[in-house]
């Protein structure tokens, strides 16, 4: 793979970092190159216009947009693409990412957006998800892929075992 950046990953805030750089681990586990950014749909929303309009030209397949509170980032963004969006709620809130979610997830029809679950575990999906679409046309990376599924299987199977020992000595 090549290191021209295939995934965007966009957040509203660098506040936004601790929970989004989830997804850069995932994608960087695969060996997928990525650029991260931060940009606003509200205080800079012709920086993020100019961003994904001009991301297909440049060599990007997917975006991935973390963002709390109003959350408007991934509609935007999506309102600007026919890339796939993928969206993180991001729990910044007092609603604790819940406002974010719904305003992920009640997109109106004709404006697609994937949403992943609140926080760190959603952006690690998003970058997982990510590399679950570029896996379609790339027979190396779905491999990668399947090797991932067969480890998360045997890490089951060790902490069960572990569990079980645990219940013996513990007279269970």
């Not at 408007?72 to 796939?84: D, I, K, R, S």
């Not at 609140?118 to 997982?128: F, Q, S, T």
Request: glycine share 8%; proline share 4%; aromatic share 4%.
């Amino acid at each position: 793979m090549s290191d021209k950046p295939l995934v965007g990953i966009l957040m509203g805030s660098d506040n936004d970092y601790e929970v989004m750089v989830e997804a850069a681990l995932a994608l960087k586990s695969f060996g997928v190159p990525f650029e991260m950014m931060v940009s606003s749909a509200h205080r800079t929303p012709e920086r993020t216009a100019t961003y994904v309009r001009s991301a297909r030209g440049r060599g990007i397949k997917v975006l991935i947009a973390g963002a709390g509170a109003a959350a408007h980032l991934a509609g935007v963004m999506a309102a600007e693409t026919t890339l796939p969006v993928l969206a993180v709620p991001i729990d910044s809130t007092a609603l604790q990412g819940l406002d974010a979610l719904l305003a992920m997830v009640q997109m109106p029809a004709g404006i697609p957006v994937a949403t992943m679950a609140i926080g760190k575990a959603g952006a690690r999906n998003a970058g997982l998800f990510a590399v679950q679409i570029l896996s379609v046309a790339d027979e190396s990376l779905a491999q990668r892929l399947a090797d991932y599924k067969v480890q998360l299987v045997a890490g089951v199977e060790v902490k069960a075992k572990a569990l079980a020992e645990r219940m013996v000595k513990d007279g269970i």
